[in-house]
């Protein structure tokens, strides 16, 4: 009986090694082969592809010279770069900000900035409100003292006269808003049919 381990079995072991090395190669290992480094973004995709900001909280701004309320503003952070954020404005109702942040120079304010720095007014005429709702930020106060500022005849601008706390119809959010705070842009149509019957 022959050994199976003999050199004849090696010799063949061997042989079909090499042929199937011949028939199938393998690409040679590379010793501390570096890790494929990913392609370098442009800024312009730097800073535009959305994967790279992570949308956060919402911020009130406020324009700090004229006391106007600009809007509700969702933030996003940089995934890359710390300290980099963007704050783009949300239209209509959303959830209670989480913070007031004042901002300066009348460029903020867009294509409203001419309008306001151009505005003037006839009169003032102080109101006490039994209702305000600013129904663009989702929120009302009861019995409201306001200053309305008139140009012949129309509404140009509404301030507050005092610190006012507003709430949403469910209680789950308190915004409270500064002497001063023009809020006649975030009133809806109603509200500001009823201030004018107050005007009366």
């Known amino acids: 009986m022959s050994d199976p381990f003999g050199s004849d079995s090696l010799d063949s072991l061997f042989a079909s090694a090499m042929e199937a090395e011949r028939l199938h190669p393998q690409k040679p290992r590379m010793k501390n082969a570096e890790p494929e480094t990913p392609k370098k973004l442009k800024t312009k995709d730097y800073y535009t592809l959305p994967e790279n900001w992570i949308p956060g909280r919402v911020v009130a701004l406020m324009h700090e010279e004229s006391r106007t309320l600009i809007g509700n503003f969702r933030?996003?952070?940089?995934k890359r770069e710390k300290g980099c954020r963007d704050l783009q404005r949300i239209d209509g109702p959303v959830e209670a900000p989480v913070a007031i942040e004042y901002v300066r120079g009348w460029e903020v304010l867009g294509d409203r900035a001419p309008?306001?720095?151009?505005?003037t007014w006839t009169s003032t005429q102080e109101i006490l409100m039994p209702e305000l709702r600013l129904a663009y930020l989702g929120v009302s106060a009861k019995t409201v003292l306001l200053t309305a500022f008139l140009s012949f005849g129309g509404i140009v601008r509404v301030e507050l006269k005092e610190h006012t706390r507003f709430v949403?119809?469910?209680?789950?959010?308190?915004?409270?808003?500064?002497?001063?705070?023009?809020?006649?842009?975030?009133?809806?149509l109603d509200g500001k049919i009823e201030l004018r019957k107050e005007l009366l």
């Open 75 to 78: 933030e996003y952070t940089h």
């Open 115 to 119: 309008q306001f720095q151009a505005q």
């Open 168 to 188: 949403s119809p469910t209680g789950n959010r308190l915004l409270t808003l500064p002497t001063g705070t023009n809020v006649l842009e975030v009133m809806d």
